[in-house]
């Protein structure tokens, strides 16, 4: 019996189209660049961009051989090592990690079709309901915030971010963390993600069942176990649970 649903963030919930996503990286570039020319130091876009590459590369890095997240602090501390600046200045640091996390405030996001819908019908239904999620750039506190913002944060019984526990998907323990939080075992827990290798692969691991969102028409990988039941969109949530 699924007594709890666990739902990914980024492209599950919430997703921008790639224009934004573009859009979003160049936002960030200019308000770094600009910020720091402002405190005085000279740095150009492309010097910020650059970083900005390196330190993506230390992120998939730090996460695949260990499972840990990299945060947003430490990613600015990393882009002002790289760029020369003093880590010793604090308040720049802070302006810095405000452009760094909300820059995400300034392009388009949408909510997934039915998303308000299926989560309105698991809480009238009873059913706990938890968010797991990997933050990158955009830590917990910014994504609670794009939660109430869509009047969707009400719907949560607990919420796990990568940045404030310490590990990422597909690292079964943030799973298992956010079920202990709502006291639910994993044979009664359900996980819906878009990602075969974070969300499917995870929750597979940890005992959980798997619901797969799949948006694209991209073969499942093949080293990758298989999710308990595919979707297409979140309005077939409710059936699928049913079914399981």
Not at 30 to 41: D, H, K, R, W
Not at 158 to 163: A, E, I, K, Q
Not at 165 to 179: N, V, Y
Request: net charge positive.
């Amino acid at each position: 019996m699924i007594k709890a649903v666990l739902f990914d963030f980024w492209d599950t919930l919430i997703f921008c189209e790639s224009r934004e996503n573009r859009r979003l990286k160049h936002i960030r570039i200019i308000g770094i660049a600009e910020t720091l020319v402002g405190a005085g130091f000279s740095v150009s876009q492309e010097a910020v961009e650059r970083a900005m590459e390196v330190i993506d590369s230390e992120y998939d890095r730090v996460g695949e051989e260990t499972g840990r997240d990299f945060d947003t602090k430490s990613q600015v501390q990393m882009m002002m090592e790289i760029l020369g600046i003093p880590k010793s200045n604090k308040r720049l640091s802070r302006n810095l990690w405000n452009i760094y996390a909300r820059s995400i405030f300034y392009v388009k996001l949408e909510t997934r079709d039915g998303a308000e819908h299926v989560l309105r019908f698991l809480r009238e239904r009873g059913y706990k309901i938890g968010l797991v999620c990997n933050t990158g750039r955009t830590p917990g506190i910014v994504i609670r915030e794009i939660l109430r913002n869509f009047g969707l944060l009400q719907y949560f019984d607990v919420l796990m971010f990568s940045n404030e526990c310490g590990l990422l998907k597909p690292r079964p323990e943030i799973f298992l963390e956010a079920l202990s939080r709502i006291d639910v075992k994993p044979s009664e827990a359900v996980h819906v993600g878009d990602r075969p290798d974070l969300d499917i692969l995870g929750a597979k691991n940890a005992g959980l069942k798997a619901i797969h969102l799949r948006l694209t028409n991209q073969p499942y990988p093949t080293d990758i176990p298989k999710p308990d039941l595919t979707i297409r969109i979140l309005h077939q949530i409710p059936r699928a649970i049913r079914k399981l």
